[in-house]
């Protein structure tokens, strides 16, 4: 496993771990975005103190995920479960797994999406002038996500670093 350069991000795959919301075949995405934290400040004028202000953490802000992928001639329970909390308004928060693969198809990260439900659910244009594949974009709020470490990457691995770089 190569621990120092960079890894590709066009490997990957989103488990949904609530076995009930998805099938397999729902797990297959073109694109994930969104997995983003940020932490929010208030600003603070002190008395006296005319040259700056004082800027104080406050809690964090999540990105919605959006993932992406091909439209399927037939619903799936993954869409269902979409349009159910959407159209019904029928809310039932899952959790899920995103994992970017190594070339092994071994996880190398992984991030813990938690109470993920939708908030938006869009079908990419239909265009007779164009040969494209409908898309279909599932948007999720979530609560917040945590990374977690596969086995093999939580150990210590010594590395040796001599200043020396070798081609």
């Not at 991000?9 to 989103?14: D, E, I, K, L, S």
């Not at 928060?93 to 693969?101: E, S």
């Not at 190398?108 to 109470?115: A, D, E, H, P, S």
């Not at 990419?124 to 996500?145: D, G």
Request: with cysteine; aromatic share 10%; proline share 10%.
């Amino acid at each position: 496993m190569d621990i120092i350069n960079p890894t590709p991000g066009f490997h990957f795959v989103v488990s949904f771990i609530n076995p009930l919301l998805a099938t397999p075949i729902d797990m297959a995405f073109q694109s994930v975005t969104g997995l983003e934290v940020s932490i929010n400040t208030e600003t603070l004028a002190e008395g006296g103190e005319n040259r700056f202000t004082h800027s104080l953490p406050g809690r964090q802000s999540y990105a919605n995920l959006v993932l992406k992928r091909g439209m399927r001639p037939m619903p799936s329970p993954l869409t269902n479960w979409c349009l159910d909390a959407l159209i019904n308004f029928n809310i039932q928060p899952a959790d899920l797994l995103v994992n970017l693969l190594g070339p092994e198809h071994v996880p190398l990260r992984t991030w813990n999406v938690i109470g993920a439900y939708p908030v938006k659910w869009s079908v990419s244009e239909f265009n007779a002038e164009q040969n494209q594949l409908a898309i279909e974009t599932l948007e999720l709020k979530y609560r917040y996500f945590k990374p977690l470490l596969p086995p093999l990457l939580s150990v210590d691995i010594p590395i040796e670093l001599d200043g020396s770089i070798g081609f």
